[in-house]
């Protein structure tokens, strides 16, 4: 007898809260995560160091095919990755870590090239994966999807922020039009737009504190038979 191992999707733009909220699931479940943008991000990072443009989608493709990412978890907690041994962790999450993610993602050939290696991750006893079309497509049959939605300004305001406090210099205005730029490129693209699944939950969580949509999250899990 094959046992399906559960998968619990978290969709949503940048700065919605999926990532937060799929951390703390999954730590609450013992689950495994996938951060999908992650993979994305890499790709994104990849191109910048071995001098390929983000415009050229074959070359960008045939990175993705072969994307030596590894990751791992420091003692503090925080989640490291190094492509071909390279510490990339800081770099992919700079806003233009975000923007290589987005120009690389709204390629065919490199979705589908990663397709597969975040299939291979739905391992016992769970999974929590977060991204943008992971219950559309990657796992379009998990039991348990989510969306996290929230206005654009708020997502911004939390960028910036998150920013400031690592000791970035940024610009809210220009944060803003980023994100609106992002989520224009995310929404059209040609393969796997973002959008929820028709099953999901939409959250939004503008006006909500993360304990709050957390804890919707989890009575929707329990409701589940996940606990």
């Known amino acids: 007898m094959v046992t399906v191992v559960p ?18 699931l999954a730590e609450h479940l013992g689950w495994h995560l996938l951060d999908s943008g992650a993979l ?23 990175i993705a095919r072969h994307l030596e990412v590894s990751f791992s978890t420091a003692k503090n907690g925080e989640i490291l990755v190094a492509y071909r041994g390279l510490d990339v962790s800081s770099a ?17 050939a490199v979705r589908e090239a990663l397709l597969q290696r975040q299939r291979e991750l739905q391992r016992s006893p769970g999974l929590v994966a977060d991204g943008r079309d992971m219950g559309t497509v990657v796992f379009h049959d998990a039991p348990l999807k989510f969306f996290l939605t929230a206005s654009v300004s708020e997502r911004a305001a939390r960028r910036y922020a998150q920013l400031i406090a690592k000791g970035e210099s940024v610009s809210l ?21 973002l959008a929820p699944a028709e099953d999901a939950i939409v959250i939004d969580s503008s006006a909500s504190p993360i304990t709050d949509v957390f804890e919707r999250v989890m009575h929707e899990a329990k409701s589940k038979g996940f606990s």
Do not use: F
């Not at 998968?7 to 949503?12: F, K, P, R, S």
């Not at 992919?92 to 065919?108: D, L, N």
């Open 40 to 62: 994305y991000r890499v790709t994104g990072q990849a191109c910048l160091i071995e001098g390929v443009s983000w415009g050229d989608h074959p070359a960008v493709a045939e």
């Open 173 to 193: 205005p220009r944060l803003l039009e980023d994100i609106e730029e992002r989520d224009a490129r995310d929404r059209s693209r040609e393969v796997s737009p």
């Open 7 to 24: 998968v619990i999707t978290v969709d949503g733009p940048s700065g919605a809260g999926k990532g937060t909220i799929s951390h703390m």
């Open 92 to 108: 992919i999450r700079t806003e233009e870590g975000g923007r290589g993610a987005s120009k690389v993602a709204a390629i065919p």
